[in-house]
């Protein structure tokens, strides 16, 4: 076995009131993937921000290469051969993706940038990616995929010996995926050590040669030899009966909640009937663009449908706005969380009081203590980390800032909630914990609208199926028993006569 490249030993961090991190050992060979899994909170984040310089190691210590180091940023791990690739790029997109690429180490002549030099180097590094775009291009002119590959490739272009991939697959779909993974084996032939944070299971059993499981700060092992369901386990902690089937909650839906009669938009969602009873999950199922959330943001309101009825309980009405929806007791929680759903800068209490309080109204206030209470209350049923009404909501982990996105919507005591990909970005834990909380709402009565991505996840939630595919629903599905494959027919069917 080849010499480590690098090793931590009993590191610890420590923040006010929270230990982070406690006695952890981490090492990371050359010409490995070493997944780092853990439910969010677990302190995956923290140890990269320690072995990347943004903290300071309060005990025990990190050895690259042999000798010992303590970077004091980013900067000085990255001049050490150490750089990290974030789930949300952080490159510069007015610039030029050679720009990205050799920013701050621009080949010169005579004092000025030579910039036929640059863009040769630029497209050299992409090769080794297998990547050939416009290096003259802005960056922002690119899918998310290709912007990873760029920030890769800057990586390299400071000789990285030790990649970091945090979270890189959050966005892609499954060609860019499976894009990501070559380019991660190409790199490992090299001899790079990676290491590679993911809440994809079947990814991390794709690629990585060893896995490190951290659970509440705490090292739990590190394993080469795991099945799925083990790994799992060891991340929450218990054995894996919240991932079975939830669908055997005793569900009896009933009457019709919303009806949706050839409700269309132009350039949007081609006209479509489905409705939602009570006490049912109806899933919405499709491929990258097949109008999932277009037709969830006509229920909502929060586009302006151009062809159609609906009605709620049995009443017509026109859905002019969210405004309009959330007073038919109609909720929504987007699958952009930090954009159109939280606001980062406020608490938990903040965010948690936001629609409550806009249906309200600004000039009505609602009174401190029936913030605290019913925030109080929310953060023990849906288990918020830390359970700090005044944490702010840009520091929660992703798992813990969608349970502040269910909360907010949960205390308008909806009839009908909207949930568009709520468990994506966050850790099997918190994606079981939702499941079962969708699941349980539904037994109590609410009517539900699932999207996501994920087929197996819609499956083991939903009573019924909506099938779309190029913004049309194709079929409406009962779930007695269907398979993923089922779904793949359907969608490859909806376009034959």
């Known amino acids: 076995m080849p010499a480590e490249m690098l090793r931590m030993t009993g590191v610890r961090k420590e923040f006010p009131g929270v230990v982070a991190l406690d006695d952890v050992d981490f090492r990371l060979f050359p010409g490995e993937v070493h997944a780092l899994m853990g439910e969010n909170g677990a302190g995956k984040s923290t140890l990269i921000k320690m072995l990347t310089g943004v903290y300071e190691v309060d005990a025990g210590s990190v050895v690259l290469d042999g000798a010992p180091v303590s970077f004091a940023g980013p900067a000085a791990a990255q001049r050490a051969g150490v750089s990290t690739v974030y789930q949300e790029v952080n490159l510069c997109p007015n610039l030029s993706v050679a720009e990205n690429i050799l920013l701050g180490r621009e080949p010169r002549r005579l004092g000025r940038i030579h910039w036929s030099a640059m863009r040769a180097r630029a497209s050299e590094l992409l090769a080794r990616l297998d990547l050939t775009v416009d290096v003259t291009s802005p960056l922002g002119d690119h899918s998310i995929a290709v912007q990873q590959l760029v920030a890769i490739a800057r990586a390299l272009a400071v000789n990285a010996r030790v990649l970091i991939l945090d979270e890189p697959t959050s966005s892609l779909d499954s060609d860019e995926v499976a894009r990501l993974l070559d380019v991660m084996r190409s790199l490992r032939s090299t001899g790079m050590a990676i290491l590679f944070v993911s809440h994809f299971i079947d990814q991390v059993f794709a690629i990585a040669d060893r896995m490190t499981v951290l659970r509440n700060g705490r090292l739990v092992g590190e394993y080469t030899d795991i099945t799925p369901r083990e790994l799992v386990a060891k991340m929450i902690g218990k054995d894996l009966e919240v991932l079975e089937s939830l669908r055997a909650v005793n569900r009896k839906p009933g009457e019709t909640f919303v009806e949706a009669v050839d409700l269309g938009r132009k350039g949007g969602i081609a006209p479509a009937t489905i409705n939602v009873h009570r006490g049912e999950v109806v899933g919405l199922a499709g491929l990258l663009g097949s109008g999932r959330t277009e037709l969830a943001r006509l229920l909502f309101g929060a586009d302006h449908a151009d062809s159609g009825d609906v009605s709620v309980d049995g009443k017509p009405i026109t859905l002019r706005s969210p405004r309009v929806a959330v ?19 406020l608490t938990v209490r903040e965010n948690t009081i936001l629609a409550v309080q806009a249906a309200r109204g600004w000039t009505r206030p609602l009174s401190r203590r029936w913030q605290d209470e019913i925030v109080a209350k929310t953060i023990r049923t849906l288990g918020i980390r830390p359970a700090d009404p005044e944490a702010r909501v840009g520091d ?40 079962r909380l969708v699941a349980e709402l539904a037994a109590d009565g609410m009517a539900v609208g699932f999207i996501s991505a994920e087929l197996d996840e819609v499956l083991r939630l939903s009573d019924r199926v909506a099938v779309l595919r190029d913004r049309h ?25």
Do not use: H, Y
């Open 327 to 345: 007073s038919r007791r109609i909720a929504f929680c987007s699958e952009n969380r930090k954009t159109e759903g939280l606001v980062e800068d």
């Open 473 to 497: 629903l194709v079929a409406v599905l009962d779930n007695n028993d269907l398979t993923p494959e089922d779904i793949m027919a359907a969608i490859a069917d909806g376009g034959s006569e």
């Open 396 to 435: 929660l982990s992703g798992g813990n800032q969608q349970k502040v996105l269910l909360a907010r919507w949960l205390i308008t005591d909806p009839k009908l909630l909207i949930l568009d990909e709520p468990t994506r970005g966050i850790d099997v834990g918190a994606k079981a914990e939702i499941q």
